[in-house]
């Protein structure tokens, strides 16, 4: 608690403990986010997602650049999965934005998974939610890659940059198709190489023939890394947010905001407590029943569980006669 | 469970409508998996993962033609989160696995989720004890990506190729340190380009690099579009299989899938579990209440859980004085 009323006075030394306690799964952090989410949805959020090698991480440097310029103190969270794997290691791309850690009005952090089902995606609202009520006027969330778990966390953001970049090969027709809808603006960056103009026609085609009622998406070029494009790119931000339609868009996103929330808080919470029902070597026994086929899956978690939690509420709509 | 002894026969559409089943979480499928599992474990499962415009369609492609020359019946599972979101479109490069679809040896199903957390891996883990069950000699498992979910699908197979190709910018060093570990065998595929010298030069650095006591991944080279290079990736396929240390790694990876599966296929019984206790609007009011910061998250679910699953079992071992 005198933790969470340090981050709300804007205290960073207590933010970046709070999310180190937040990314561990940590149990005592339930009281503390409670506390402070009072305080949130004030920051403006913007995801960066799209395929590697498309120089996310150069863009969101002359993100912080721009924002900074207009006086506005930022936070970033690099959303890598892979780092799981690797340990968290901050790696090639990420030592850029090093350059800014000598200034107060930039805090960054790295997320990665656990290797728990959902546990990024709730660790990373989880983080969102304390930077925005320690006052933070922006928020960018980085992702790596286009998976469920990246869509997941950009869907945490108010405006979603999907960056592009010229000549992708053949996959990027799966990319686009996955990104359409989530995607606020499209950004081709690298957009000083052959092919942007493909890519644009290519983008403006799929556009055309995406039948749903959102805005379309407009599309962007930048060369991040030479800084061209980024005041045009924010021009675009800022105009979406002073545009017709913007403070319903606003709301709903807001409510499909909470309701991912409340999924991978619950999800986690389910976790946490079946874990703590189990003896000692009971998972291990069950999970070695399984591998060697003695049991089967769904049968093994119906034995754990029981008639746990028992039905409630709505009860028998599923049930045909 | 008519169903079941038809899968277990062979039938093809039979495979198919359950696939369709566990496809959409439907509740009748438990028994279904719980009746074929025990004749699951015999399909050799190859999971092909790698970001895309590496040429993986193309690679499985002249896998399956590979195997069924040596007279094996193949399963290939298209994993694509994106498609999710297009609504399970088959793009681009998903239909030219569509020329092996008049061949009753070769059986082909794209697996998307449905926007539940874990969904994607619970439902990839039972199409392939499906397809594994109804005597499919190889599942070939492609996924779309590096996300976290990717590669908690790609764990469900017995030997892992992680495709890259040359001069992927500079993102692809995140990707590297993020597969590393669950690389069984690297290919190198459009390696008649510039610079697959130079890519496995610095995946044999990176390898150097690493220090875990797994054998180390052999690196190959492919150009699938030609086919070439692809008896020489079966060789090493097949040579691993016959290697020292394969049994008891084949082992471990059995007793991980296990553990992998029960995760998933827990989370989604909870899932389900919870949603049945839901009175009809409550879900909506508590996402309402959470979007307007009536509500934080960690209290809503404290609200809707209750003390439901009560502790029991372990406990107390992780409350301190």
Redesign the interface.
Known sequence: VELAERILTGDRRALARAITLVESGH?ET??L??RV??S??RARVIGVTG???????SLVDRMIAHERGRGASLGVIAV???????GG?I????VRMIGHSSDSGVFIRSMA?RGH??G??RAT?DALDLMDASGLDVVLVET?????????VVELADTVLVVLVPG????????K??????ADLFVINKSDREGADRLEAELQHMLTLADNDRPRPQILRTVAIKGEGIDELFAAIDRRHAGRGWEESA?ER??A???H???????A???R??E?????G??ED???A??E?RE???????S??GD????????GT?EGP
Chains 1, 2 share one sequence.
């Not at 790596?144 to 997941?152: A, C, P, R, T, Y």
């Not at 703590?276 to 000692?280: F, I």
């Not at 746990?308 to 009860?315: E, N």
């Open positions: 149990e339930a009281g986010l409670s989410y009072p949130t949805g395929p590697p090698g498309a120089g996310k991480s890598d999965p892979s780092s799981a794997y690797s290691a790696l090639g791309d990420r998974t089902l959902g990024l995606s609202g790596v890659g286009v998976g469920q778990d990246e869509v997941e992708m090969g053949d996959d990027i027709q799966a990319i198709a996955g990104i359409l809808e989530i709301r807001r409510r905001r909470a309701g929330r409340l999924e991978a808080v619950l999800a919470e389910l976790r407590r079946v703590r029902r189990l003896a000692p009971q998972w069950l999970v070695e399984v591998a086929r089967d899956p769904y049968h093994a978690v119906e754990l569980l746990l939690p028992p039905s409630a509420g709505a009860l599923e």
